[in-house]
């Protein structure tokens, strides 16, 4: 999806969020196809920008502190200031020009500084929409998110840079294996494949060994991203883990389930609670704290199903509250029931106390 300009809309365009008036009463839902005087009408009423959708999903960003159109500025500025050179020195490593590997730092700086220059892409509640299994998309969403981790708990610049060049070669050495991972469970792979998955942390530390302009701290992440403090990690089965090392680990955690390599597809909410599952056990409860406070477990258009029965549809997150968004009650429970139908009532989460999510309505 994309943000764009009303002025900017054609018609046929596909509504990609609901569109809000100031008083958050809903003006098109997702989904509605544009028409020439549903145009005129979001001119008329003031709305300067809607998203599309455009076929592209990824990370969607909300902030108090600045407007959407800023936000979304910023988020393509992080992405499009590496994501072609990314490719191309990832692509072109498999004929052995390590040397241009080190392309990737200035890369890394790139993003950072994007991120460092608009306090708000930090500050934001993150919608993370699942997507399919692209190892070079992978790879940006975990360096991107990697350092925002970092940031928010105010590592020094020079580490932050360190964690974000070793999250960009952390899976090099996929490149070196030929067991299909995408949207399997490790375990249901024969032990040959288990052990064959399991190296690429070798191959591309073996790789990387040699390379000066690499520090031993990022080579030693490289190697042990899939390690943890229990020791059941792999593949030095080490419980002694800088705490880069285990940002690195969850963020590739949470985005190898997202998008489905090495595991199948969840939902954000059930890989949010499998973090907090594994918070002070396998990782450092600070980091996963810190992941759990900025990432909506329930991204925009979820159906949630509340304890009075009330189904309710996400059109907005709380800053504060990323478990307890806005919900438009599409399906009114027995709180509800004296409200009249032809009102758009919504509920606030984070201010209604007395509601809790029962579960989420699968389609």
Not at 9 to 18: R, T
Not at 195 to 212: A, D, M, P, R
Request: glycine share 6%; with cysteine.
């Amino acid at each position: 999806m994309k943000l764009t300009f009303v002025d900017l809309l054609k018609e046929n365009d596909i509504i990609a969020e609901p569109v809000m008036s100031d008083d958050l009463q809903v003006l098109l839902g997702k989904g509605t196809l544009l028409k020439n005087e549903y145009i005129l009408k979001l001119k008329e009423l003031g709305v300067s920008e809607v998203y599309i959708e455009d076929g592209i999903e990824g990370i969607r960003e909300y902030s108090k502190g600045a407007s959407a159109q800023k936000i979304e500025e910023k988020k393509i500025e992080i992405r499009e200031a590496c994501a072609n050179q990314v490719r191309k020195i990832l692509k072109r490593h498999i004929y052995k020009n390590e040397k241009e590997l080190s392309g990737l730092k200035q890369s890394v700086n790139e993003i950072l500084d994007v991120i460092l220059s608009e306090p708000a892409v930090v500050k934001c509640v993150y919608e993370i929409q699942q997507r399919e299994p692209d190892i070079y998309e992978h790879t940006l969403n975990v360096c991107s998110m990697s350092m925002i981790v970092a940031l928010k708990m105010k590592l020094e610049k020079s580490s932050i840079k360190q964690l974000g060049t070793a999250a960009m070669l952390h899976d090099l050495g996929l490149r070196y294996t030929t067991v299909k991972y995408e949207n399997k469970e490790l375990s249901s792979l024969s032990k040959e494949e288990q052990e064959e998955y399991k190296k690429h942390t070798i191959y591309g530390y073996t790789v990387l060994f040699n390379e000066e302009w690499l520090s031993e701290q990022e080579k030693s992440m490289i190697l042990c991203h899939h390690e943890n403090l229990t020791g059941g990690g792999y593949p030095l089965h080490t419980e002694q883990l800088s705490v880069l090392s285990q940002i690195l680990a969850v963020c590739d955690i949470m985005d190898e389930m997202i998008c489905g390599i090495g595991y199948k597809k969840r939902k954000i909410w059930e890989v949010l609670s499998y973090l907090e599952e594994i918070k002070g056990i396998y990782y450092y409860d600070l980091i996963i704290e810190t992941i759990c406070s900025f990432i909506a477990a329930y991204p925009k258009g979820t159906r949630l199903i509340l304890d009075d029965g009330s189904v309710g549809l996400v059109v907005k997150q709380n800053e504060n509250s990323p478990r307890r968004p806005v919900i438009q009650i599409v399906v009114k429970g027995s709180r509800l029931k004296n409200i009249s139908k032809e009102a758009v009532t919504l509920v606030d989460l984070e201010k209604e106390k007395e509601y809790y999510i029962l579960k989420v309505e699968e389609h």
